[in-house]
């Protein structure tokens, strides 16, 4: 048994006592010279492992309370494995506080952050086009198998942040695949009154290889995330010369509830969008155009836009599927006044050249669009699009209206209808390009369904050509632009003219006053005639188009073509033959060549009208009378070729298609008879006057040398 003597107590006592003091002094030392710098190495290897590049801090400060301020100092994250070649670090700040609210973690389980503060942040954001980048926080670099991805709600699980503070942020960005090189300032306001403040981002670089300015002013990052007000946008863009502003509210921005933006964007050329974009669209005239932006889960749609593209007006509605691969797109465009030429980017055309473009064209021998159609940027999206002009303004083609409907599918169009009007007939096309390689393989088809040439020759000025056209043409073959197409191709054309007009008034109309009288001329065709019939058809081989039948009779005579033009070589070798259908006295039939290249003809007469010319001018300088004799022709007859031709072509026609069905010629089963109603005979009584309308007199005819000179002149002409 152990006893206690009066000595042991106080031992005891004191002993105890050296004890709590000795605890006591150290938590006074403890708190005297307490540095939570202790720490830091645990957190720099901590923050390393977790980020998987090295990651330091100089500084740890720690204010304990209900709410615990934790601030580091000198924040530094450096680049990872892949990019340590880089000078500058991934991200680095001169301090961060974070607020931590304990009370509200403690009690409810929820962790709430007041405020995250970043004073003079920095970053260095990088993207390779190996799908390589440097913000990829995994050990292997690739995307984590989770993140934080809204629930079905559209909550998500990120916790409850108050404030983000950014003061003096500096961001560079660097995304390879959309040549994008920018630098960018971020700053915040502070919250203020029921605001939670605001977001500035200005950037300024370089984007698909142009110069780019943005600012965006929105609302505070946090209320988007909060997801429980209208986010405010106003964002503002300059790629080049491509401008663009968006301005409105989006609706509760993480469940893709929609949004209230209009978007405003003009420029010289649509197909510049495309960077902007993702949708291929080809070259253009300048543009403006404004619409309502709206979104959903799964589509954006930027509808009930209005704006002009060139000298036409345009509107309708696009929705896009960004998430299908590749992106899908449903346009429905119209237009009120149309100009085909701001449409002739459709087609390979270039509705807007520059002075090189100009200079190159001069010199190109191509008559044909030849801009090739870009297959990755077609790969790059599908796409179903409805076009309607409701009226057409052209000066050269005053076609009435365009109808069009078309389908892009893994790169292959197809295109259902291009349809024209023109008065109470119809142009109507066809056709599908299926990607063949660097090549498309394709079948078009082009129908002249009762085609009024009164109409097409309006653009002229009292214009007195009329006619009903009618036929086909096919083509099949390999290529990448129209050029291409037609160089490699095969097929035909067959057409018939029935019902025509003056001869005189169509030559002229189109080729030009000038040229037109010298051709008649040439010919050997009275000023005035009627046209009874014209057949052209013309089989396409291999790029080279062929004669099987070109007639063209009249009340006076019979001209037949053949020869050869040939879209490899882009020229020429015709040759038209006139022949009288009755004696005739004081013309000069005969062959007219046709040669060189289709861009620029050397159109002269041929030998027969030269040496009748040049006997006819040696007899009258013997015997003036003597000079009819070379001139006098005996007429070939009417034998009804023109009805044989268009049996000829019914039956074996050089498009494959038969165009009896559209248009008949003289001889044959009557066309529609009001068109018949609009015909005056040559001779026919004036109304109200019971006389008979004199026959207009022989005018603007030429010499063979001013033939000759005329076309000298077109040759030699600057276009």
Not at 137 to 148: L, Q
Not at 193 to 200: F, H, I, N, Q, W
Not at 299 to 326: A, C, N, W, Y
Not at 469 to 476: A, K, P, Q, V
């Amino acid at each position: 048994m152990t006893t206690t003597t009066p000595d042991t107590l106080p031992r005891a006592r004191h002993l105890g006592l050296k004890i709590c003091g000795g605890i006591a002094l150290a938590i006074l030392l403890l708190i005297l010279f307490w540095s939570w710098d202790w720490f830091v190495p645990l957190v720099n290897s901590r923050a390393t492992a977790l980020l998987h590049r090295k990651t330091t801090i100089a500084h740890l400060h720690v204010h304990l309370g209900r709410v615990t301020t934790i601030k580091v100092d000198d924040l530094k994250i450096e680049q990872p494995k892949t990019f340590e070649k880089e000078k500058d670090q991934f991200a680095q700040a001169k301090s961060l506080s974070v607020s931590v609210d304990v009370w509200s973690y403690l009690w409810h389980r929820t962790l709430r952050l007041p405020l995250i503060a970043l004073e003079q942040p920095t970053a260095d954001i990088i993207a390779l086009k190996n799908n390589l980048n440097n913000y990829t926080f995994t050990e292997d670099g690739k995307p984590p198998s989770t993140s934080a991805q809204p629930d079905a709600t559209g909550k998500t699980n990120l916790p409850d942040i108050g404030e983000l503070r950014i003061t003096d942020g500096t961001l560079h960005v660097k995304y390879d695949p959309l040549q994008a090189d920018m630098q960018v300032s971020v700053q915040t306001t502070p919250p203020e009154g029921a605001s939670r403040g605001t977001l500035r981002l200005d950037a300024k670089g370089r984007y698909a290889q142009q110069p780019i300015t943005a600012r965006f002013i929105g609302g505070a990052l946090l209320s988007f995330v909060a997801d429980k007000d209208p986010y405010p946008v106003d964002l503002s863009v300059q790629n080049g010369p491509t401008n663009a502003t968006l301005k409105g509210d989006v609706v509760h921005p993480m469940s893709f509830a929609g949004a209230h933006l209009k978007l405003h964007f003009a420029g010289p050329d649509m197909s510049l969008l495309y960077p902007l974009t993702g949708v291929p669209i080809p070259r253009t005239p300048a543009y403006t155009i404004t619409g309502n932006l709206d979104y959903s889960r799964n589509h954006i749609l930027f509808k009930d836009f209005e704006g002009r593209m060139g000298t036409s007006d345009i509107g309708g509605t696009l929705e896009v599927d960004p998430h299908q691969k590749p992106m899908a797109l449903q346009a429905n465009l119209r237009s009120k006044q149309v100009n085909l030429v701001d449409l002739g980017g459709f087609i390979g055309a270039k509705p807007t050249k520059t002075a090189a473009e100009k200079k190159q064209d001069a010199n190109s021998k191509t008559v044909l669009p030849d801009t090739p159609i870009n297959i990755p940027r077609l790969n790059a999206i599908n796409a179903h699009v409805t076009y309607h002009g409701a009226h057409i303004e052209n000066k050269q083609l005053p076609l009435d209206n365009i109808d069009t409907e078309f389908f892009i599918n893994n790169g292959e169009i197809d295109l259902k209808r291009l349809n024209f009007a023109v008065g109470n007939g119809t142009l109507a096309s066809s056709a599908t390009l299926k990607p063949d390689g660097s090549l498309f393989d394709t079948t078009a088809r082009i129908d002249f369904a009762r085609i009024d040439l009164a109409r097409i020759m309006q653009a002229t000025a009292n214009s007195k050509a009329r006619g009903i056209i009618g036929g086909h043409m096919t083509l099949r073959a390999k290529g990448n632009s129209i050029a291409s197409l037609m160089a490699a191709g095969n097929g035909g054309l067959t057409l018939v003219l029935d019902q025509g007009g003056d001869i005189t008034a169509i030559l002229p109309d189109i080729m030009g006053l000038q040229l037109g009288n010298a051709i008649l001329t040439a010919l050997g065709l009275p000023s005035h005639t009627d046209i009874k019939c014209f057949i052209a058809d013309m089989p396409l081989k291999n790029g080279i188009v062929s004669t099987n039948t070109l007639l063209l009779e009249t009340g006076e005579a019979r001209t037949l073509g053949r020869g050869t033009i040939n879209f490899k070589t882009n020229t020429l070798d015709y040759s038209l033959t006139t022949r009288a259908q009755n004696p005739t006295i004081a013309s000069l039939p005969g062959a007219f060549n046709i040669t060189g290249p289709i861009k620029s003809p050397t159109v002269l007469p041929g030998a027969e009208i030269l040496g009748r010319a040049a006997a006819a001018a040696g007899l009258g300088f013997v015997f003036p009378p003597l000079a009819l004799l070379p001139t006098i022709q005996l007429g070939v007859g009417d034998d009804s070729r023109c009805s044989r031709a268009v049996q000829a072509v019914n039956q074996n026609p050089a498009a494959g298609i038969a165009p009896g069905s559209l248009s008949h010629a003289a001889g044959t089963r009557r066309s529609v008879s009001s068109t018949h109603a609009s015909r005056r005979p040559q001779g026919s009584t004036k109304k109200g006057t019971g006389k008979t309308a004199a026959p207009k007199q022989h005018e603007g005819r030429m010499t063979p040398e001013e033939v000759r000179a005329a076309w000298n002149a077109k040759l030699h002409a600057k276009h």
